[in-house]
C-alpha cells in the first residue's frame, strides 16, 4: 500500500503529520514519531512573546546602572540569541536524528522580527517553515484591509528572503474566508494550514475568575475544518496540510477526500500518547486496502467541491437534501 504524496512540495511517506505543540518540542517524541510512520514532523513553535519574556527576565537580574540603557539593546540581542540559539540547537539534532522533513514554525507580532527570526529558521537547516499567522482580530481598530495589509506584508518580504517552503497557519476568523485564503494562495507560499485551534478563555463562576478552557480538541471540531478544505481545495494555488479534530484514522481519510494534502494530528497524540500516529497509519492504509485503492491519489480530493462549482449551491443542495428528509 503506498501512502507517498508531497508536503509543501516535499517527498514523504505518509500524508499524517505530526502538528506544532509540546511534544514535537523533545528528541525522543520525534523519533518515536518517525518510527511510527509521521510523514514529517513541525516541531513547537517560536513565540516571539517567550524570547521577549527571557530578554526581560535577564535585564531585571542586573543591577541598574547608568551604563545599562547604553546597554541594552546590547543585552537584548545577546539574550534573543541565545534563547534563538537553543531552539536551532535543537533543530539541528532533529535533522541529524531524523529522515523525515523537520518543519520549523514560528509566532511573532512584530513585522521586523519576523524577518530576523525566520532567516536563522533556514540556516538551522529546517526543510520548511510553518508560520503561525493565527491572527484573531480583536480590536474593533483593526479592518479587514488591515489584516490583508499584515498577511501580504509579511508574506511578501518572507517569500523573498528563504527559499524553503512555507506554509502559512491560519484561524477561520476572516469575514471573506474563501476569497482571503484565494488571495493567501496566491502570495508563493506552499501551503496553507486550516486551522490553528486558538487557545480559549473560560469563567469559574465559583472564583469569578477567568480560567482556561481545555485546549485539546474535541472530535465535533473535525466538520469546521472539514467544510472549509472541501470548500477550498480545488480552488486554492497551494496545498492545504488540515488540523483541528482529527482524533480517529478515518478523520484522517475524510480529509483527504475533501482534498487536503496533508492532515495535522495533535490532540489525539496528547491523549493516546505519540505511538498513536502508528494505529492513524495502519488504519489508513487499511481503509485503501478495503476500498482497493494502491496510492493516496486515486481518491485524494474525490469529493472536493470542484474548482468551477459553487459552494454555496453546493451546501445550499446538502441543506434542502437534508431538510427534506425531517
Ligand atoms: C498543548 C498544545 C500546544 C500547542 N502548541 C502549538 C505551537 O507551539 N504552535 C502552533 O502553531 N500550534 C500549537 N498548537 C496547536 C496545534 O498545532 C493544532 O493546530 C491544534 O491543537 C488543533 O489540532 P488538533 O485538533 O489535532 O489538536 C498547540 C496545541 C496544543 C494542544
Redesign the pocket.
Known amino acids: 500500500m503506498d501512502t507517498r504524496t508531497k508536503y509543501l512540495g516535499l517527498d514523504v511517506e505518509s500524508p499524517i503529520i505530526a ?4 511534544l514535537t518540542n523533545d528528541i525522543d517524541n520525534l523519533v518515536k514519531l518517525q518510527d511510527a510512520g509521521a510523514g514529517a514532523v513541525i516541531v ?2 517560536v513565540f516571539e512573546e517567550q524570547i521577549i519574556y527571557d530578554i526581560k527576565r535577564n535585564l531585571s537580574m542586573m543591577a541598574p546602572t547608568d551604563s545599562y540603557g547604553m546597554s541594552y539593546e546590547y543585552i537584548a540581542a545577546h539574550v534573543a540569541d541565545d534563547s534563538l540559539g537553543q531552539y536551532f540547537n535543537f533543530i539541528k539534532e532533529a535533522k541529524k536524528r531524523l529522515h523525515i522533513p523537520v518543519i520549523g ?1 514560528i ?1 511573532c507580532y512584530s513585522f521586523e522580527n519576523w524577518m530576523t527570526y525566520t532567516q536563522r529558521f533556514q540556516e538551522a537547516g529546517c526543510d520548511g517553515l ?1 508560520l ?1 499567522m493565527a491572527i484573531l482580530p480583536y480590536e474593533t481598530t483593526l479592518s479587514c484591509e488591515d489584516v490583508d495589509r499584515l498577511f501580504s506584508d509579511i508574506i511578501n518580504t518572507l517569500r523573498k528572503s528563504v527559499s524553503i517552503p512555507i506554509s502559512v ?1 491560519v484561524s477561520h476568523n476572516f469575514t471573506d474566508m474563501a476569497n482571503f485564503m484565494q488571495r493567501l494562495s496566491w502570495m508563493g507560499i506552499n501551503g496553507i494550514t486550516m486551522f ?2 486558538s487557545l480559549n478563555v473560560d469563567i469559574d463562576t465559583d472564583t469569578m475568575q477567568i480560567k482556561h478552557a481545555p ?3 474535541t472530535p465535533e ?1 473535525l466538520y469546521e475544518t472539514l467544510r472549509w478544505v472541501a470548500i477550498l481545495s480545488k480552488k486554492l494555488r497551494c496545498d492545504i496540510s488540515a ?4 482524533h480517529k484514522p478515518e478523520d484522517v481519510v475524510k480529509l483527504l477526500l475533501a482534498g487536503a494534502g496533508s492532515v ?5 497524540l ?1 491523549k493516546n500518547g505519540v505511538e498513536y500516529m502508528r494505529t492513524l497509519n495502519e488504519g489508513l492504509r487499511s481503509w485503501m486496502a478495503e476500498k482497493g485503492f494502491d496510492s493516496i491519489q486515486q481518491f485524494a480530493g474525490k469529493l472536493a467541491v470542484k474548482a468551477n462549482e459553487q459552494a454555496s449551491l453546493f451546501f445550499r443542495t446538502q441543506f434542502m437534501k437534508h431538510f427534506a428528509q425531517l
Open positions: 502538528g506544532s505543540c509540546g513547537k513553535s514554525s509566532n510553518e503561525n497557519k490553528n485551534k485546549s485539546l480538541s471540531e488540523s483541528t479534530g482529527v495535522q494530528v495533535v490532540s489525539c496528547y
